[in-house]
């Protein structure tokens, strides 16, 4: 059997500790690989590996570091059908919905290559007479990213390259359910000339987590999943002093106004609230129909769509939708629809019961849909993470709206509608780190910034884009003078002013 272990200086190794965890392939429900659990002298390894490659690394000058981004997108490219095969084997999303976990972290590797430019900093001549100020932006050190099982490529991308790029050196610790496709990742950051040491990968759980949030010698920590954790991981490395950020759960709803064109606002919904099983932090998980004509035109809409949905294991090529990831992850979902339709949500489309010939051991749901659920319930106030989508009916606008603030969290959102001046309303007012007008999944392109509002993120920085740069650099002012040597100024106690 596969064993999956660090990747600390260049090289793969088992590290100290023996704990390991099991890897499946959701579609047949068996073990397929084992990962290594680091300890926190692995952790430890990690790091020291990390400190030793800082100071030549951060020294290079930014336009040496972009040249290994740019050899490193061509062999993501290059190596795209291999990294898509290892996400959907053990993630269990089709191959191209995994091209496109691949394809949309290439595109921060993309911005990570203009790094010159995005560090430079400011300059100001003569801010006293015969005194200039600037500003640098400068690395801060050894980072460290924490990262989902739902996006294995995507997410690392979103870190390292931009943090290694800035000057940084830095550990990667991916969820340990698809580890393989991170693993290559950072083996081909070897291939692509960068140093060893500068990436490192810690394979673990809690255990590595702790290490790392509590070690000495890191100076910032990213993290992207669930927001119990990211609570968590925000208060206990910002008590030690670390720089955070920490993007947590999501409930993204998707409001339909009665002008919409239901068509699109159908097919929208399928592909967010359906695509990779409905495990997307951007997924869309309420449909807001403002009034009961506009619901009911949009069930109609959904149900044919979501019969026809073509479900199986992620490598055929004619599928949409895979299983989800783990059996722990079935069990949820199952129970979370049994629980909507104790608490009076009406089930309209079931897919509880699918089964799939060949794979009966497969953890695999059909797609789900609830009508007329409210704000009590717990399939509304629980994020499913699964192929589950839920109508809400609003009276009007204003209920919509006010529905999408109260709500905890503040991840992603959408509206539906042909009227400019609803969908300018709505923009403004939502209370919603991402938004779309007529857009379901309003991933910003890499060069904009991702991030959540309210409980979605812990921080405030949010990833890649400027603010991405700006996490992973310490701004440094310096004020200079150069005074005629041999002429005396005398003194002065009092503060200095502008005369
Ligand atoms: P998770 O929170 O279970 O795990 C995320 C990481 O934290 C993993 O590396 C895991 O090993 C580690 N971890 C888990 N439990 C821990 C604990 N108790 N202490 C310390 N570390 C722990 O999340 P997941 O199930 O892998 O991913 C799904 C979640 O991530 C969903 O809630 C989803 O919304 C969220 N997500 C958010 C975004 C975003 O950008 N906001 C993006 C993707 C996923």
Redo the contacts with the bound molecule.
């Keep these: 059997m596969k064993s999956l272990t660090h990747w600390i200086n260049g090289e793969r190794v088992d590290g100290q500790s023996t704990r390991t965890a099991p890897v499946f392939n959701p579609a047949i429900g068996e073990q397929i690989a084992e990962v290594r659990l680091a300890s926190a002298a692995d952790v430890d390894s990690a790091v020291k590996a990390a400190q030793a490659a800082l100071p030549e690394w951060s020294a290079l000058p930014p336009l040496r570091r972009a040249r290994f981004m740019f050899r490193y997108n061509e062999l993501l490219l290059a190596n795209i059908d291999e990294l898509a095969e290892l996400i959907s084997v053990e993630h269990g999303k089709t191959i191209e919905d995994a091209k496109g976990d691949v394809t949309r972290g290439r595109e921060v590797v993309e911005f990570a290559c203009g790094i010159p430019h995005l560090l430079r900093g400011d300059f100001t001549e003569d801010v006293g007479t015969g005194v200039d100020a600037f500003s640098v932006r400068q690395a801060v050190g050894v980072c460290a990213g ?6 294995p490529a995507m ?1 690392p991308l979103w870190m390292f390259p931009l943090a290694i790029t800035c000057g940084n050196t830095f550990i990667l ?5 698809d580890p393989s496709c991170p693993l290559r990742l950072v083996e081909l950051a070897k291939e692509a000339g960068i140093p060893d040491g500068v990436v490192n990968m810690v394979n ?3 255990e590595a ?2 290490a790392i949030l509590t070690h000495p010698d890191i100076s910032a920590v990213s ?8 609570s ?2 925000y208060s206990t490395a910002a008590s030690t002093g670390k720089r955070v950020q920490a ?4 409930k993204n709803h998707m409001v339909v106004m009665p002008d919409a064109d239901m068509d699109q606002a159908a097919d929208a919904l399928i592909g967010a609230g359906y695509g990779s099983a409905g ?4 997924a869309v998980s309420v449909a807001v129909a403002v009034g009961d004509q506009t619901a009911d035109s949009l069930v109609e809409n959904l149900v044919p769509r979501i019969q026809e949905l073509k479900i199986g294991p992620g490598g055929d090529p004619d599928i949409e939708m895979g299983p989800v990831v783990t059996e722990q992850a079935y069990d949820r979902i199952k129970g979370l629809i049994d629980k909507g339709v104790e608490e009076g949500a009406e089930l309209v489309l079931d897919g509880r019961d699918f089964t799939m010939q060949g794979y009966e051991n497969g953890y695999f749901l059909g797609g789900s849909l609830f009508d007329r659920v409210t704000e009590d319930m717990e399939i509304y106030k629980q ?1 499913i ?1 699964g192929p589950v989508l839920s109508v809400v009916r609003a009276p009007d606008y204003e209920t919509a709206v006010d529905l999408v603030n109260r709500n905890e969290y503040g ?1 992603g959102t959408a509206i539906f509608t042909k009227d400019g001046d609803a969908a300018r309303d709505f923009t403004d007012r939502v209370q919603i780190g991402m938004v779309g007008v007529n857009v379901p999944i309003p991933v910003p392109v890499a060069y904009h910034s ?3 509002w309210k409980r ?2 812990f921080g405030d920085t949010h ?1 890649h884009g400027m603010e991405g740069v700006r996490f992973y650099t310490r701004l440094k002012a310096i004020t200079s003078r150069w005074p005629k040597s041999g002429v005396r100024e005398g003194h002065s106690l009092t503060m200095p002013t502008m005369q």
Aim: with cysteine; hydrophobic share 40%; net charge neutral.
């Design positions: 924490i990262t989902p099982f739902n996006f997410i610790k991916p969820s340990e359910r673990g759980d809690k987590v702790d993290f992207v999943g669930s927001t119990p954790v990211a968590y991981i993007l947590g759960g999501a495990q997307r932090c951007m994020e993470f991840n991702f991030g959540g979605s993120l990833m």
